[in-house]
């Protein structure tokens, strides 16, 4: 049983968002708003049913999903897309392919030295979020 990613974790550190952002056709203003954001993302699971919460003063963005088990998923607040989403685990890594639209899109979640790891992909773009346990 892979370690929980369950809890409540802090940004500190966001690498290539900027070019990832782009890759997912966000416009500059929106872009130079996100940049400057400090996300919060709040994990939960109630039985076999994650809940995923990212907060920031901006926007925030939730969803839900089953490992294994095809979700459609519209990115609201983001990039405002129909994806058809799977997540499942590999390995220790919780990943996600986002079939839609933009091509190779999806993301990896995983610890490491007690923080949360968190890869965005789209395109030929990937962006690297790394987040510290609050408390
Ligand atoms: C996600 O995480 C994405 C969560 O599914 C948001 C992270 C980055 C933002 C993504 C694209 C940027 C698009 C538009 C910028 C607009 C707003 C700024 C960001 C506001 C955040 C709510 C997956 C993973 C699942 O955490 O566990």
């Known amino acids: 049983m892979p370690v929980s990613l369950c809890g ?3 940004m500190v ?3 290539n ?3 990832f952002m782009i890759a ?3 416009g500059l203003y929106t872009r130079k708003i996100a940049l400057k954001l400090k996300l919060r993302k ?3 699971q109630v039985g076999d049913r994650y809940v995923v919460k990212t907060i920031s003063t901006f926007r925030n963005y939730t969803f839900s999903f089953r490992v294994n088990e095809e ?11 129909h994806c058809k989403s799977l997540v499942d685990w590999e390995g220790n890594k919780l ?3 986002q079939k839609g639209e933009k091509k190779n899109r999806g993301w990896r979640h995983w610890i490491e030295d007690d923080k949360l790891h968190l890869e965005l992909h789209c395109e030929d773009q990937i962006c690297k979020q790394v987040f510290k346990r609050v408390i």
């Not at 979700?71 to 897309?81: A, C, H, I, M, V």
Request: glycine share 6%.
């Open 8 to 10: 409540t974790w802090d």
């Open 13 to 15: 550190s966001n690498v």
């Open 17 to 19: 968002f900027e070019e």
């Open 24 to 26: 997912l056709g966000i």
């Open 42 to 44: 709040v994990i939960e």
């Open 71 to 81: 979700f459609q998923e519209f990115t609201k607040g983001l990039d405002d897309r």
């Open 95 to 97: 990943m996600c392919i």
